[in-house]
């Protein structure tokens, strides 16, 4: 790794030394933009890496060990996992919505003679309202909402609803005539799904894994049965996992069309 750092720091100065113009120093504002785009990228990959990991790998694998080895395992991978998974979604949220505000919605905004932070209340508000009300649906564990095809039906309308809600906002003519553009709506989109996910990591996921964690190691060492309460918040937990695990595609999809040959929402 070293020697990587190295050989990178020797290529950069052959760059900036060679002739031609082959390398072209960025000013303060495009380092600081370059490290933030940098940072949403990497925390991102760690995220939705983990997101996929635990639904497409971890669940099915959990499932087939017996209660013993599972208690042997879950202290161990989990902590870990889950402290990479939450804080992965934190920074790459944190990191985009500052991007977002300053240098796409800020841009465009001010275009269209709108207030910038108007437009990133209302257009949070309406997210957190949503969130609001997901959250609430996944918090029975009997009857017809635990029935996972039911909930991806209510919670499918509710983001399609959310969504309209939001391009309608967003797409509101400003004083001057124009409107936000495809990058701010895309984002403003795609954006407002890895919000959802960021909650549902800390106010569902964790809350849940976390007393499911600590219930699984007092199990193994006293040698005492979960309590019934732990089987209602893996599934709870599971729910809002599965349902990020597929909110991650569209929030995908419309990160890229902010930035790609296809203009999704043309000005």
């Not at 990479?84 to 465009?108: D, S």
């Amino acid at each position: 790794m070293r020697a990587g750092l190295m050989g990178g720091v020797v290529l950069l100065a052959w760059l900036a030394g060679s002739e031609g113009g082959t390398f072209h120093a960025p000013d303060a504002t495009s380092i600081f933009k370059i490290f933030l785009r940098w940072a949403h990228f990497v925390a991102g990959i760690t995220w939705i890496g983990l997101l996929y990991f635990f639904n497409l790998v971890n669940v099915p694998f959990m499932q087939r060990l017996d209660s013993q080895t599972r208690s042997k395992v879950v202290p161990i991978l989990m902590p870990r996992a889950l402290w990479f998974f939450r804080w992965g979604a934190v920074v790459t949220v944190l990191v985009g919505l500052t991007y977002y505000a300053m240098y796409i919605l800020h841009t465009e905004a001010q275009n269209a003679g709108i207030g910038t932070w108007s437009t990133l209340f209302k257009w949070l508000a309406i997210v957190v309202v949503t969130w609001a009300i997901i959250y609430a649906l996944l918090r029975p564990v009997s009857g017809v909402l635990n029935k996972g095809s039911v909930l991806a039906v209510i919670v499918s309308a509710l983001i399609l609803i959310m969504s309209w809600v939001l391009i309608r906002m967003l797409s509101a003519a400003g004083p001057t005539g124009e409107t936000l553009g495809n990058k701010s709506l895309s984002i403003g989109l795609g954006g407002g799904y890895g919000i959802i996910m960021l909650l549902n990591v800390w106010g569902i996921i964790w809350r849940a894994q976390k007393r499911i964690i600590a219930w699984t190691k007092e199990s193994a060492e006293q040698g005492t049965p979960m309590p019934p309460e732990s089987a209602k918040l893996a599934r709870r937990a599971f729910l809002a996992s599965r349902l990020n695990a597929w909110l991650s595609l569209p929030m995908l999809f419309f990160m890229g069309t902010s930035h790609g040959d296809y203009i999704w929402f043309a000005k």
